[in-house]
């Protein structure tokens, strides 16, 4: 008795991350079709419409990245980023 595979699989921001990432985890799937897959992404980006769409659950993370056109926006990054680790280590366990 072999266990499930689990996956989980991060890329987003872009169709040219987002699109490749869902192709892979099909082909996994053909070959493994017992196989979970669960996608990590940005709340609030593409990743979270088109994920869906294909047939995958994804988990959103509040986190966005530097913005250097608008430094203040940055002001809430650090914050950002440790939350969203922290909830990233909730989802792995």
């Known amino acids: 008795m072999s266990k499930k595979l689990k996956i989980l699989m991060s890329?987003?921001?872009?169709?040219?991350?987002?699109f490749p990432a869902i192709a892979i985890a099909q082909e996994?799937?053909?070959?493994?079709?017992?196989?979970?897959?669960?996608?990590?992404?940005a709340q609030n980006k593409m990743e979270m419409e088109k994920v869906p769409q294909a047939g995958f659950k994804i988990e959103?993370?509040?986190i966005a990245g530097f913005d250097r056109g608008n430094k203040?926006?940055?002001?809430?990054?650090?914050?950002k980023v440790?939350?969203?680790l922290l909830k990233l280590k909730k989802i792995i366990k």
């Open 11 to 18: 890329g987003g921001g872009t169709g040219g991350h987002i």
């Open 28 to 41: 996994i799937q053909k070959r493994f079709p017992d196989s979970q897959f669960l996608f990590i992404g």
């Open 60 to 62: 959103g993370l509040n």
């Open 72 to 79: 203040l926006k940055n002001i809430s990054l650090p914050y």
């Open 82 to 84: 440790v939350m969203s």
